[in-house]
Nanobody, 126 residues
Framework: QVQLLESGGGLVQAGGSLRLSCAPSRRTFTPYAMGWFRQAPGKEREFVAAISWSSSNKLYADSVKDRFTISRDNTKNTGYLQMNSLKPEDMAVYYC???????????????????WGQGTQVTVSS
């Protein structure tokens, strides 16, 4: 069992930036892909971005492309989501997830992910 620890959420004004971090609670020696999803009140969880183990494959939702950047540092066993030019519609609970079954992919399908974090709130004021 792997627990994912997220951090970096908070309150920011529209146009501002935040960086989310995600790390497994224990070091894993098995490659895994990482994804970020978000869920706003009254809406379904939606895909935001994903990155493969080697960082060679990255995928973004159209709504965040050119504003958000996903990255990872495998030496620190940590993934990141840099969010710039935040908009009120970006406000949601953000979840990171890991996929051990497809470490070389960058999937938008939540069913491909094995473990999920508890979520971190991102609030954007207009």
């Amino acid at each position: 069992q792997v627990q994912l620890l997220e951090s970096g959420g908070g309150l920011v004004q529209a146009g501002g930036s935040l960086r989310l971090s995600c790390a497994p609670s224990r070091r894993t020696f098995t490659p895994y892909a990482m994804g970020w999803f978000r869920q706003a009140p009254g809406k379904e969880r939606e895909f935001v971005a994903a990155i493969s183990w080697s960082s060679s494959n990255k995928l973004y939702a159209d709504s965040v492309k050119d504003r958000f950047t996903i990255s990872r540092d495998n030496t620190k066993n940590t993934g990141y989501l840099q969010m710039n030019s935040l908009k009120p519609e970006d406000m949601a609970v953000y979840y990171c997830a890991t996929s051990f079954r497809r470490p070389w992919a960058s999937d938008s399908d939540p069913a491909q992910y094995d473990y999920w974090g508890q979520g971190t709130q991102v609030t954007v004021s207009s």
